[in-house]
Nanobody
Framework: QVQLVESGGGLVQAGGSLRLSCAASGRSFAGYFMGWFRQAPGKEREFVGAIRWSSSTTYYADSVKGRFTISKDNAKNTVFLQMSNLKPEDTASYYC????????????????????WGQGTQVTVST
């Protein structure tokens, strides 16, 4: 079993930056992808970005491309989401997710492809 713990959320003004962290514990991460999703009140959960663990290839939603960057620290089993030039529409609860590395992986933007989810961290961007 893998536990995911996010941290780094908070309140920031538009144009500001935040860095979220997602630490995986329980066992060494052996999945294909670690992803970030977000959900705003009254809206469906949406894909933000993901990183392929073996190659460090990254994937981003169009809405965050050029503003958000995903990176990882293999030794610490931790993934980071660096968010810059934040906008009020980025306000949401942010969740990290990981798959279990079994079978054929789904596209990293597909939430059903992930087996483990963190509890979420709130990001609020004020005008």
């Amino acid at each position: 079993q893998v536990q995911l713990v996010e941290s780094g959320g908070g309140l920031v003004q538009a144009g500001g930056s935040l860095r979220l962290s997602c630490a995986a514990s329980g066992r060494s991460f052996a999945g294909y992808f670690m992803g970030w999703f977000r959900q705003a009140p009254g809206k469906e959960r949406e894909f933000v970005g993901a990183i392929r663990w073996s190659s460090s290839t990254t994937y981003y939603a169009d809405s965050v491309k050029g503003r958000f960057t995903i990176s990882k620290d293999n030794a610490k089993n931790t993934v980071f989401l660096q968010m810059s030039n934040l906008k009020p529409e980025d306000t949401a609860s942010y969740y990290c997710a990981a798959d279990n590395g079994m079978g054929t992986p789904k596209h990293p933007s597909t939430s059903s492809g992930y087996n483990y989810w963190g509890q979420g961290t709130q990001v609020t961007v004020s005008t």
